[in-house]
């Protein structure tokens, strides 16, 4: 890694780490919130992905603790199922409705239709024209930096696999956008072609695969230098892939901050180089508080960022145990 390369990873590193360091100060402000009386909707894609489950759970408890009554729905990574989930929740016409994640190009029309019946609609991980408000990460930012991260372990060169099989998932479209952007000023870095498709379900089990058989095609240590995934699941089996093979100098990257790869990136024998980690529980809860301050009539604002951390080699003892704390505390591990 060069010094400048190295430089302006730690530089994006402190700035999130200053980043987290607001939110705690501003959330031990916070006002006092209620959902008393009111019926909150929630309707989610999944809930398979640790990331899913977390926000999921986030959602509901916040909707209790403030003293609301939820009605959860997951359509089980069906986009149907979630539609018609929607039209269920749509004719209970509760006080708000709080919609996380999915298909955005199936899911557009139907947003509109919550909006046009006069529900509030807040979304987590959807950035639609049709929600109040979207609570979600800075995907700009992490794409940005976990990007950055694996330009510079490469040393500015080599050959990337990239997994780009969900880009109608708006933040994964954020996501690859940054990857692409960032590479346009490391010429010496190229993505391979044709792209990877990840896929749900079996999402392991087929990186795996894929992985191993693009290692075998290129047999050469140093042919492929890195594995980019817009989430961790396909990054396990990427990992995995590259270990079986022997293949120590390849290093694995994503996003979400699943145990599984924080402990994969905490291991200095693994390939999993870094992963941007995210705090799926606190975007769910943050959502519910957004809700809450709309429907007591203050303002919200368009988004809402709630920080990550990018875990890599170099912090990965530290930064990745508070995420498997908290993700223990949840009853997660």
């Known amino acids: 890694m060069t010094g400048s390369m190295k430089g302006l990873v730690k530089a ?3 700035g999130l780490a200053a980043a987290c360091s607001l939110a705690a100060i501003s959330g031990a ?3 006092e919130l209620s959902l008393k009386g009111k019926r909150i909707g929630v309707s989610a894609i999944g809930t398979d992905h640790y990331w899913d489950l977390m926000a999921f759970k986030g959602i509901q408890d916040r909707v209790k603790e403030l003293g609301g009554e939820v009605i959860a729905l997951d359509a089980g990574r069906k986009d149907q199922q979630q539609i018609a989930q929607l039209q269920t929740l749509i004719a209970q016409k509760p006080d708000a409705i709080i919609e996380q994640l999915g298909n955005l190009e199936v899911l557009n029309p139907w947003l509109q239709k919550i909006r046009d019946a006069g529900i509030p609609l807040f979304t987590v991980d959807t950035a639609t024209p049709h929600a109040i408000n979207n609570t979600t990460s800075n995907n700009y930012n992490i794409g940005a930096e976990i990007a950055l991260q694996m330009v510079a372990d490469m040393g500015g060169k080599g050959n990337v696999l990239v997994f780009n099989g969900f880009y109608s998932v708006p ?4 996501r690859y956008d940054q990857l692409k ?3 346009t000023s490391f010429p010496d870095v190229k993505i391979v072609e044709p792209e990877l498709r990840d896929v749900i379900p079996n999402t392991v089990q087929s990186a795996y695969s894929n992985v191993t058989d693009m290692l075998t095609k290129s047999p050469e240590k140093g042919s492929i230098g890195a594995v980019w995934a817009c989430w961790d699941v396909p990054q396990i089996g990427a990992t995995q892939a590259v270990e079986a093979a022997g293949r120590n100098e390849v290093k694995t990257y994503g996003i979400d901050g699943s145990p599984e790869v924080i402990k994969m990136v905490m291991d200095p024998k693994s390939s999993a180089g ?7 529980y606190e975007i769910g ?3 519910v508080d ?3 301050r709309y429907l007591a009539g203050q303002k919200v604002a368009p988004f809402t960022f709630v920080p990550a951390v990018l875990i890599n080699k170099e912090n990965a003892a530290e930064k990745g145990k508070l995420f498997l704390d908290a993700a223990e505390k949840a009853g997660v591990k």
């Open 12 to 14: 994006l590193a402190l």
């Open 29 to 31: 402000s916070a006002e």
């Open 171 to 174: 933040v994964c479209k954020i």
């Open 181 to 183: 952007y960032v590479l």
């Open 274 to 280: 870094a992963v941007a980690a995210q705090q799926p």
């Open 285 to 287: 809860k943050t959502s």
């Open 290 to 292: 957004n809700a809450a």
